[in-house]
């Protein structure tokens, strides 16, 4: 998509790394870019434009969303997108490693601890945006990503290509019921709703965030793996798995009230306002219990010793030519680790 020179220009504000490659999402591939002449950092995703992208790109439809929810715990800060000779390209903030990341970094297994504080912040992350009447429609660990910095804590939602509203803002209608649609998303963590092709409201995004939970506790989901002829084949398959396996055998060694949450969410009605407050509560009493007060200690902060050695020796060192230098070793050293645990 792009030649190998060491930056190029986006517009008059921006540089691009085509070398600093740090992802790819639903759509278009994610790089490093710069801020010129400020030595700025963000994240760029890139979008070739076929045919009609230019008037139907699915990267205006993130922008748009993603603008809109500014403000929105959990949401990056937008700050330009654009299109230029044959790219549409949207900046962003730049972020930390994605869940799945982490996980494969943790041996593919994340703690109860871990587990109960991400639930509790994706949810209220999912709140926020559904309050602001926008669905994500494609929640997996790869869209979950924590913050740098002061922020590594922090938990972000990203990937807003497929996401759409489902009420007006002004006068509250929901979209309508229909089916027959074709599933929208990632076959592995997508309700069993969006496998019969109904129109994806609240409950879906709701369910999505259980088997991100289950998959990033056991490391695997049941239904993956799964041989098939075609995609349509799999996805039946993987939709009879959902629906026949059984409850506690999925929810084993997590906590009790977990098969609570599954039934609570699939038994939701399409346009029903999920009771986000009832299923937070179910977290936080096991987080007390378990784990004193909310202290957000991760599985993998002992891992990423970068993230605190090198933010604290930032804060030290007085000289400004000093705190130049180390920035771009911080810099150097996130999109390093970004690449090693990024690679398609």
């Not at 963590?189 to 998959?215: A, V």
């Not at 977990?258 to 986000?276: A, D, G, H, K, T």
């Amino acid at each position: 998509m792009i030649n190998k020179k060491s930056k190029i220009p986006l517009g008059d504000k921006y540089l691009l790394f085509p070398k600093e490659k740090l992802g790819k999402g639903a759509f278009g591939e994610v790089y490093l870019c710069e801020e010129i002449g400020k030595k700025n950092y963000y994240a760029v995703k890139l979008e070739k434009i076929k045919n009609n992208t230019l008037n139907n790109s699915q990267l205006k439809n993130e922008y748009n969303i993603l603008k809109y929810l500014q403000g929105c715990i959990g949401i990056p800060q937008v700050y330009l997108y654009k299109n230029i000779s044959n790219l549409n390209f949207l900046i962003i903030d730049l972020l930390g490693l994605n869940l799945e990341s982490l996980l494969i970094k943790c041996n593919k297994h994340f703690s109860i601890n871990t587990i109960l504080n991400l639930s509790i912040q994706m949810i209220e992350i999912i709140e926020q945006i559904h309050i602001r009447h926008i669905i994500h429609r494609d929640i997996k660990p790869e869209n979950f990503v924590m913050g740098l910095n002061n922020n590594k804590k922090k938990l972000y939602l990203i990937d807003f290509g497929l996401s759409k509203r489902f009420r007006n803002p002004k006068t509250g209608e929901h979209i309508k019921y229909k089916d027959g649609k074709n599933l929208i998303g990632t076959a592995k963590f997508s309700s069993i709703y969006t496998h019969f092709g109904i129109e994806q409201s609240r409950r879906d995004d709701l369910e999505g965030i259980f088997y991100t939970l289950i998959y990033l506790f056991k490391g695997n989901l049941p239904w993956e793996n799964l041989k098939a002829k075609n995609k349509e084949e799999k996805y039946q398959k993987i939709l009879s798995k959902k629906i026949n396996y059984d409850i506690e055998q999925l929810c084993q060694n997590l906590p009790n009230f977990f098969p609570n949450i599954l039934l609570y969410v699939r038994s939701l009605q399409f346009e029903e306002i999920p009771n986000y407050d009832y299923l937070k509560g179910f977290f936080i009493q096991e987080y007390n219990c378990k784990c004193k007060l909310m202290d957000l200690n991760f599985d993998w902060i002992e891992k990423n010793n970068y993230f605190n050695e090198n933010s604290s020796s930032l804060k030290d060192k007085q000289s400004k030519n000093q705190n130049i230098s180390n920035l771009k070793k911080l810099r150097s050293n996130i999109i390093n680790d970004l690449k090693v645990n990024l690679k398609e």
